[in-house]
């Protein structure tokens, strides 16, 4: 019998062991200030404050009731407030308002006026024009948050008087979604008493709060706290898992060790069985094509899972993934969860979004097919490494085995203490010719882990010359081998 390992549709050098490309802003819009940009030095009062440096673990977002206006701060002088805005087909401009409500007679309005000329984004602010960099944005990319194709659109602001920035943005309160950042003058104490954002001139249709403001975001990459190097540290490329939030956490506790892992043997099998006709995960395989989950063929792979839902996350919450050469998922949202995604065999590229909407909902109402954004830019994971998601951060995404062998993931998911409604369904976008729209997804379980592993071991096993595989398995190089 023959094997070929050859996937005429990948490159060679997807067999190549990929570095880790730490994620970048470079794709992300970066914005133009009028003012100064340069990093202040602390005033006399603010001397011995510490910097509100925004680790993920400490973080919370508070949903707040349907159609709020108006949101007080956790914080005076630093926060954030995101609403939830419909689509404005007028390009009528909206404020963004910070108050101080306390004393009344102390009160203090800075406010943002947000604009759209008919072609760009602007912020007035002090009578001063604020230009998105246009030279940041990437072809294709339309990025706005007075005249946007979705239906609607969190668009958000973000107070830090340490700083004294403002940053506003669109889609997750995060720095790689930041459209603006505002420099206040030095000595411009206008923030320190803020206490209130409202929004004027739209009716949100949802508000949430951060009692952080937006400084910096943690990279996607988790390494164990033993190789975390000086370097790591200095380029954001990668965190210890101490970092992040407590679900992270857990999941990384049970799926991070070296225990935790595919024998060549196992991956042999699964490659086996997935490639020949007549096999269970072939004939698995070829049944979710038919059934067109996603409503594109190659948006295919397996679920796996492992032991029981247990009430903390969609689905079950241990889930082996088996991806397919050249095939991965849409675009997609995890229902608020957070994640640990470890790769135990082959590659797998993790590409961000802005989130997609809820269900039902079009991603682009305009009909031109445009994407959400893209948040900085794809990373390739390579076996044993780790990266993860929270509702934040990374919650949306889109996973593609670029590699010539099958990928097998192990991810796992859990929603953070403070959900109290456990969404249990995926929502995804729909690619179709004329519209983007979002789907729901609940993630099923194809086949048991364990009946799995039996099976098509017991398929790897009953072929009667296996010698080709366990070469190939031997060699890393599944170029040189076929038989
Ligand atoms: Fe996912």
Redesign the pocket.
Known sequence: MTFCFCNPAAQPNDLQTNPIIPITTSKVVKMQTMKSVARIKPRLGLVKRLAPVRLAQQKQTKILNDSVNSIRLDVEGQGAASFLIPRNLDNKPFQFNLSHSINADDKTDLCFSMHNDGTDDYVMFDGQRYDVDKEAIEDGETVSLVHFKAEEQWAWISVDQYHQIVKIGCGNINQASTLWTIQLGEEDFRLEKIDTIYVSNVSPLKAKTEWAPVVYDLPPVVKPQSVISLMDIQNKAAISIETLPAACQELYGMVSGEGITMEPMEVAAIEYSLRTPGCTLFKLLAGKRKHNEFDDPNQVYIRCTLGDHLGNSPGVPYVLEIWPSGCG?PI?N?SGASAIIKVLSGVLDVTWYDPVLAAGKLNDATGSNDKPRQIGNTTTFVKDQVTWMDDNLYGC?R?HNNGLMTCITIQCYQYPEEDRVHYEYFDFIEDTDDKLETKQFYPTSDIDFGDMMEVVKQELDDFEDNKPWLDYRKSQDGLSVVA
Request: charged share 0%.
């Open positions: 998922s997609h995890h995404h996973l």
